[in-house]
């Protein structure tokens, strides 16, 4: 079982969107037996607050429940319990190394880098375009998923498609 962890800054935007949106497309696949998928916050600003409103109500748009989806914080123990932890920026980094200094750093990937991007997942809190976000999330879980169930007999395109989340396949 690959057990992965999104994070960003409070948990409330990025980071549970992305936690959702793969716990999705991997059960479009059919293999969410082989998944732990969760995510958690570099701050403690927005501890045990729900997904924020407009995050929320995108999801459900799309049929996606995170009603009961609280923050929380990363803990040392996540390094220990999760194969993958996925930043959603650069800034989420610095904050993670200022946490924890010693972590593991293979473990430990901007999102973005699995489509071949140096660049962060625009923070909807402050560009207000949600669907920009929800589209760039959607192209790191594709290139995730792509990294890690091609050998396991998936093709790009059913990997695609169960990521997208705007149209049928």
Not at 104 to 113: C, D, G, Q, R
Request: net charge neutral; with cysteine.
């Amino acid at each position: 079982m690959e057990k992965i962890l999104f994070v960003c800054h409070g948990n409330i935007c990025r980071s549970p969107m992305a936690e959702f949106l793969c716990k999705e497309a991997v059960k479009r696949l059919g293999c969410q037996n082989k998944f732990e998928i969760a995510s958690a916050a570099v701050s403690q600003e927005e501890i045990g607050n729900g997904v924020y409103p407009p995050v929320r109500d995108l999801l459900t748009r799309i049929g996606i429940d995170c009603s009961k989806k609280k923050a929380r914080q990363i803990t040392l123990k996540d390094f220990d319990h999760y194969d993958l932890i996925i930043l959603m920026d650069s800034l989420n980094l610095r904050y993670l190394k200022a946490l924890f200094p010693e972590f593991p750093k293979e473990k430990v990937k901007l999102l973005l880098s699995y489509i071949n991007s140096s660049a962060d997942v625009d923070d909807p809190w402050y560009t207000r375009d949600f669907e920009r976000t929800q589209n760039e999330i959607s192209k790191g879980i594709t290139g995730l998923l792509t990294a890690l169930l091609t050998n396991d007999g998936f093709t790009r395109l059913q990997i695609e498609c169960s990521c997208n989340f705007d149209k049928k396949c």
